[in-house]
């Protein structure tokens, strides 16, 4: 079940990003230097359906977008299985971008 700390990777072919999220009851908040994550999921077996918004909070030159955006919503979907999650879909403002995410559990 996605529940607690996750290291959170998001890849694009504009580049990649890291950072932490905190999957509890649904809800998905986390962030990094320069974006904040906000979100949903859904979880059935092992099949996950997440919503995420992305959006800046700090201009920094040495953190560019991998969206091409400083605001996006993600829909992503894949699977969670012993604390390693899988996801991909598109990115709302890009379609054709396509955003791949692998979450990594740190911690309950």
Excluded: W
């Excluded at 999650?85 to 990594?104: F, I, N, Q, R, W």
């Amino acid at each position: 079940m996605l529940q607690g700390l996750y290291k959170a990777e998001f890849e694009t072919p504009r580049g990649k990003v890291a950072g932490v999220i905190f999957a509890d009851d649904g809800k998905l908040r986390g962030g990094n230097s320069a974006f904040a994550y906000v979100g949903d999921f859904q979880q059935t077996g092992y099949t996950v359906v997440c919503t995420v918004a992305a959006r800046r909070h700090t201009d920094n030159p040495r953190h560019p977008s991998p969206f091409g955006f400083d605001q996006v919503r993600l829909t992503l979907q894949g699977f969670e299985k012993d604390g390693f999650a899988t996801l991909d879909g598109p990115v709302a403002e890009a379609p054709s971008l396509g955003c791949k995410a692998v979450l990594t559990r740190l911690c309950d």
